[in-house]
């Protein structure tokens, strides 16, 4: 943007001169014989000054290509961190063999899962239902705007509207693969089970290929460096590292010919710690820094004035959106390995019911029905949450822009109310999980060598509560909660599992494979996982 | 014959249109709507931008007609050559009739029955050719002074072309005047307009031409941005209050 403010400089003009007592349409001040003029003319000399931008002359130009509108609208729709289910949590994992005869159980699984849509909202995975790209009045505020920029720049094309269009589209999927390694040791009748998971974690935003060439038609296509890059430092993230661990015990609790069951109770220890961070992307967390950015108007229309810096204004413009990039994906994409720290704690019930009870036959002895039930209790702990401010349209009304005498202050008003559109506020805050209610359910063949389960599994997560966040007393009651309030999340799953015992003197090797596959999911995204199990039991 | 028509026609119309009388034009209003998103503002079209503007065209005015003598229409060129003093106008008349007195000279010879030796061809040709040089030293001359006159201007609107570019082309069209080096000028490459300049304009007519063209411009966006011109007017009033 070009700035010309042209000043008389060898005599002081005042600009504020009133209108009303001068007559000012007497003359004609194209006239070459105008003495009153030409004495004007010839007593100043006019210079264009680009350097000295005034915060007045910003306000102006902002609301003039209704800029104003566009900020009083939130860019974010929610804040919330989403929903996802820990490792340990994957039906894939649970052990509920009949292990009574045998002393110890090792094993690993090697496991692959993969959500290919985390849930923004309760029931979409599009990420215009987390940020307002796809909202009306956004689109119709930034047309007005772009609009009003082409009137003055016509060459600047930016297909801003279409991109946000293809843009809503983006998901976020996620990968994690790794090994569970459990032991299960019986004492007598007591049962105790350790489970520990190694795993690679990975977060990336995804567009399909046509939704990728259709932004290619629009704003040309790049070199693959570049879009590895891009990748790398903004768009993936990804680490490896422990998991939590579980610790589970349990007893004997009735033991019928008809019906047996256990009961138990396991511990989520938070022992994830991240040995490797950012392979093929990037840690956000680390790499942006919880205070607000510094964003000037004024640095941007003096560099954007001048055609010698005209590209340290594209640069400091690209700068502020890749970070504001960086921290949606600190929200969206970063999420630590195990449950963020929370321990918990779970009562637990398995029931198994042999199918030989109601059908008296040899083959039925094989069959069993198993279930089980666990209720966990996670712990509030501290951790950063993002959040956007409340009230921003009332700020607006409340300021008179018009004033110069508060032109400095309005200003900044300005800059930080477009820093924080983008750049919702990381506060620490206590996170009070919500309770996780988990059932699953199988029918169950044990043959001599051969054994599968078919199944169900239906996992139950409230949404958490916030509390005691860690902010100033004036920020406080600006910062909107409501969007930070996620929503609870149900899967069901149905899966099957198949199992080769290897039988040897003294031991027993066993082989298997595992698929599920969620098949109904309210606020959590739906996941596909392969595991494949080998365990000595000896 | 043919060429002696196209020589009389050439005569008759740079003469009309080289008339070194100051005319009022009638002045414009631009619609575009880039004067409503800079007028008056502090960021766009100031009252400081109308003054520039009005001292950048009184400057070119004065090369192009001279100037004004005080209760007279004409004016005086500032420009000596030859003795007398000239204004661009004047000279770029000088110029066209110099072609045209070559021209008509020309073709006189070549119509007489006696045939005129190289030699005679060649001292007609030589005095063209150093008149020619003699206003193409005054032209490059006139075109320096044009450049100091119009920097501050042309350096200021730099990074404002594409805005100035569309108000010069609505400006243009208002005037029928579609293909004029204002266009081209203000076209160029930033930094580079001089070169336009020098390399494009050679002759008086057309630089007469670019000058009437860049003042028509300028009165034109004066005359568009009300609210400018109007604080522009106020201040001249508020200065005249004030030396009283």
């Not at chain 1, 976020?172 to 089970?193: C, I, K, L, Y």
């Not at chain 1, 942006?288 to 055609?307: A, R």
């Not at chain 1, 290897?502 to 959590?524: E, K, M, Q």
């Not at chain 2, 005679?120 to 003699?134: C, D, L, P, S």
Request: with cysteine; net charge negative.
């Amino acid at each position: 943007m070009c700035i010309i403010t042209a000043q008389a400089s060898t005599t002081h003009i005042n600009a504020d001169i009133s209108l009303d007592n001068v007559g000012s349409s007497d003359f004609d001040i194209f006239d070459d014989n105008n003495e009153e003029t030409n004495n004007y003319l010839d007593t100043n000399e006019f210079q264009i000054l680009r350097s000295a931008v005034s915060p007045e002359n910003i306000i102006d130009l902002l609301q003039e290509i209704g800029a104003f509108n566009l900020l009083q609208l939130d860019f974010y729709l929610r804040t919330y961190v989403l929903n996802t289910r820990d490792v340990l949590d994957l039906p894939a994992f649970v052990k509920n063999r009949c292990y009574e005869y045998q002393c110890w159980v090792v094993g690993a699984q090697l496991f692959y899962d993969q959500t290919s849509g985390v849930y923004f909202s309760p029931q979409h995975d599009e990420i215009e239902h987390y940020l307002a790209i796809g909202e009306e009045n956004v689109l119709e505020a930034l047309d007005l705007l772009i609009n009003k920029v082409q009137q003055l720049f016509p060459t600047f094309q930016f297909p801003f509207i279409d991109l946000f269009d293809i843009f809503g589209n983006a998901r976020v999927q996620e990968r994690r693969m790794g090994a569970m390694f459990q032991v299960v040791r019986n004492f007598n009748d007591t049962r105790f089970t350790f489970m520990v998971p190694f795993y690679y974690r990975e977060r990336n935003y995804f567009l399909t290929d046509a939704d990728r060439e259709a932004i290619e038609a629009l704003v040309g296509s790049t070199t693959e460096e570049d879009q590895a890059k891009l990748q790398k430092d903004h768009l993936i993230s990804d680490k490896i590292g422990l998991g939590d661990t579980r610790l589970m015990l349990d007893f004997p609790c009735i033991d019928k010919e008809w019906y047996c069951s256990r009961l138990g109770i396991f511990a989520t220890i938070p022992t994830a710690v991240t040995f490797v961070n950012g392979i093929l992307g990037s840690s956000y967390k680390s790499k942006c820094p919880p205070q607000q950015p510094i964003f000037s108007f004024t640095d941007i229309f003096n560099f954007g004035s001048n055609p010698s810096t005209q590209q340290q204004a594209v640069d400091t413009a690209v700068e502020f959106l890749l970070g504001a990039l960086d921290r949606l994906s600190a929200i969206l994409l970063d999420k630590p390995l195990g449950n963020n720290g929370h321990f918990g704690i779970a009562p637990y019930y398995i029931s198994i019911v042999p199918l030989s009870f109601f059908i008296k036959r040899p083959w039925a002895e094989a069959f069993e029905i198993r279930s089980r039930m666990s209720l966990e209790y996670l712990f509030p702990k501290t951790e950063r949450r993002y959040f956007i401010l409340q009230g921003v349209a009332q700020q607006f009304a409340e300021r008179n822009f018009s004033d110069p005498a508060q032109a400095t202050a309005n200003l900044a008003f300005l800059e930080t109310t477009f820093v924080n559109q983008f750049y919702p506020y990381a506060i620490e805050a206590t996170v009070q999980p919500g309770l996780i209610f988990w059932m699953n359910s199988r029918a169950c063949y044990d043959g001599p060598c051969f054994s599968f389960q078919v199944g169900t599994d239906t996992y139950l997560q409230t949404s958490e509560h916030l509390r005691s966040l860690q902010v100033s007393n004036a920020l406080r009651p600006f910062l909107n909660t409501c969007k930070e309030q996620g929503f609870w999340a149900y899967q069901s799953t149905v899966y099957a599992n198949l199992a080769w015992t290897i039988h040897r003197p003294d031991d027993n090797i066993i082989v298997g494979l595992h698929l599920a596959d969620v098949v109904w999911n309210y606020g959590i995204g739906s996941e596909f996982t392969v595991a494949l199990t080998i365990e000595k039991n000896f | 014959m043919k060429k002696q028509i196209i020589i009389t026609l050439l005569i008759i119309s740079t003469s009309t249109w080289l008339e070194c009388k100051v005319k009022e034009e009638h002045k414009f209003k631009l619609k575009s709507p880039i004067i409503g998103m800079l007028d008056g503002k502090a960021l766009g079209i100031s009252p400081r931008v109308v003054g520039l503007m009005l001292q950048v065209r009184r400057e070119v005015r004065k090369m192009l007609y001279g100037v004004p003598v005080p209760t007279s229409d004409s004016c005086i060129g500032t420009y000596e050559f030859h003795g007398q003093k000239h204004s661009v106008l004047s000279l770029a008349k000088l110029e066209s009739e110099l072609n045209a007195r070559f021209f008509a000279h020309e073709n006189t010879m070549m119509q007489d029955s006696i045939a005129h030796t190289p030699q005679e061809w060649e001292i007609i040709q030589k005095k063209y050719e150093k008149q020619k040089t003699e206003l193409k030293k005054e032209l490059v001359h006139i075109k320096e002074e044009f450049k100091k006159t119009t920097k501050s201007y042309v350096e200021g609107a730099r990074g404002f072309k594409q805005q100035m570019l569309i108000l010069i082309n609505e400006s243009c069209e208002l005037r029928n005047k579609k293909d004029c080096f204002l266009l081209t000028w203000s076209e160029a490459e930033e930094g580079r307009e001089t070169e336009q300049l020098d390399n494009k304009m050679n002759t008086f007519e057309a630089f007469a031409e670019f000058l009437t063209d860049l003042t028509h411009f300028l009165e034109d966006l004066v005359n568009s941005c009300d609210k400018a011109r109007e604080q522009f007017m106020a201040e001249v009033h508020h200065n005249k209050a004030k030396d009283k």
